[in-house]
């Protein structure tokens, strides 16, 4: 079992920044990679971005590319999302999610932990 919990959401202007955190209770073979996903109303789960937490290798999703990062801090056992240049289409919830698989996986149906998701609303 891994609980997952983020933080750092809120209000921001367009073209601010945030940066999201998901402390991880342990880090084991059911959190291999680390990922994050985002939600808007009325809309399915998509992928943003996810990290493998032995080699640091990272991938994002097109419209994130240049402006998220995504890093780990392995003694806190926490991943972060950076979020810079937010645009109003960024606004969603979003949820961080570990994969026990070997390979960064972008479906939320290979992710097996979720956190509770934490809102980000970017105004124009």
């Known amino acids: 079992q891994v609980q997952l919990v983020e933080s750092g959401g809120g209000l921001v202007q367009a073209g601010g920044s945030l940066r999201l955190s998901c402390a991880a209770s342990?880090?084991?073979?059911?959190?291999?990679?680390m990922g994050w996903f985002r939600q808007a109303p009325g809309k399915e789960r998509e992928f943003v971005a996810a990290i493998r937490w032995s080699s640091g290798r990272t991938y994002y999703t097109d419209s994130v590319k240049g402006r998220f990062t995504i890093s780990r801090d392995d003694a806190k056992n926490t991943v972060y999302l950076q979020m810079n240049s937010l645009k109003p289409e960024d606004t969603a919830t979003y949820y961080c999610?570990?994969?026990?698989?070997?390979?960064?996986?972008?479906?939320?149906?290979?992710?097996?932990?979720w956190g509770q998701g934490t809102q980000v609303t970017v105004s124009s």
């Open positions: 999610a570990a994969d026990p698989g070997v390979v960064i996986a972008t479906t939320p149906d290979r992710y097996d932990y």
């Open positions: 342990r880090r084991t073979f059911s959190s291999r990679t």
